[in-house]
Nanobody, 120 residues
Framework: VQLQASGGGLVQAGGYLRLSCAASGSIFSINSVGWYRQAPGEQRELVAALTSGGTTNYADSVKGRYTISRDNAENTVYLQMDSLKPEDTAVYYC???????????????WGQGTLVTVSS
């Protein structure tokens, strides 16, 4: 199973970006998905999460600006980031709780990270 993240880049403050994370491989189901970020010198932090039932959870710092969504048919998760701020600059990682077969438990998989840089 591979998670391929894309959509990062350089944007001015107040701008927007949309990150995508596509899962590929032999997948039975994907439970919860999430986006994390890690700024230089900082620990990785949860930005947004979405359960298979549709429940969302956002970090306080991004509430009202970020929206997480998923396309189950395409095994893809998105992160719409609006009103970006310089402090949003970080490498963003996608995470998915993936079940490989009906007989196995699910486990976490990570994408490779995509850099988001917000200039002031």
């Amino acid at each position: 199973v591979q998670l391929q993240a894309s959509g990062g880049g350089l944007v001015q403050a107040g701008g927007y970006l949309r990150l995508s994370c596509a899962a590929s491989g032999s997948i039975f189901s994907i439970n919860s998905v999430g986006w994390y970020r890690q700024a230089p010198g900082e620990q990785r932090e949860l930005v947004a999460a979405l359960t298979s039932g549709g429940t969302t959870n956002y970090a306080d710092s991004v509430k009202g600006r970020y929206t997480i969504s998923r396309d189950n048919a395409e095994n893809t998760v998105y992160l719409q980031m609006d009103s970006l701020k310089p402090e949003d600059t970080a490498v963003y990682y996608c995470n998915a709780d993936v079940r490989l077969t009906v007989a196995t438990r699910s486990g976490p998989y990570w994408g490779q990270g995509t850099l988001v840089t917000v200039s002031s």
